[in-house]
């Protein structure tokens, strides 16, 4: 089965133990898609420029991306005026909707509010699961 290109968004600071689970499931055959690391704390530079080069890149080369949204997905990054959006994660939905990638989400939880750049066609599902990651990631394939 050819797996999926998918670009993870999530936010570093708060929420990558879910990143680290999803590179284990990633080294399982049975897991259906390519994880990406694409966060701007593994691109090694403060150059905000250069942070969203590197993303916008890798968004580009990717088919779908994968949110997942905890209780900051929405939070003001201190950076935020030369980010261009309120962080990181709505940089990253915006650029996936220009990309015209897939787009999924995986809420940790229902009272969390999707990214506010997320406004264009998306699957969701909460809770964080393989099984959930899976069938969302799926769904967005099907249309």
Do not use: C
């Amino acid at each position: 089965m050819i797996k999926k290109k998918v670009f993870v968004s999530f936010d570093y600071d708060h929420d990558r133990h879910y990143k680290y689970l999803l590179e284990a499931w990633d080294a399982n055959a049975d897991f259906d898609f390519v994880f990406r690391d694409q966060t701007p704390g593994e691109i090694n530079s403060y150059d905000i420029s250069r942070i969203k080069a590197e993303l916008t890149k890798k968004i580009n080369e990717a088919t779908h991306t994968l949110f997942i949204v905890g209780e900051h997905a929405n939070q003001l990054h201190r950076y935020r005026q030369q980010i261009g959006f309120i962080n990181w994660i709505n940089f990253e939905a915006y650029q996936s909707i220009q990309s015209r990638n897939w787009l999924a989400v995986v809420k940790l939880e229902d009272r969390f509010s999707f990214p506010q750049e997320l406004k264009a066609k998306y699957w969701w599902i909460t809770g964080f699961s393989e099984k959930n990651v899976i069938a969302v990631l799926n769904k967005a394939s099907s249309g």
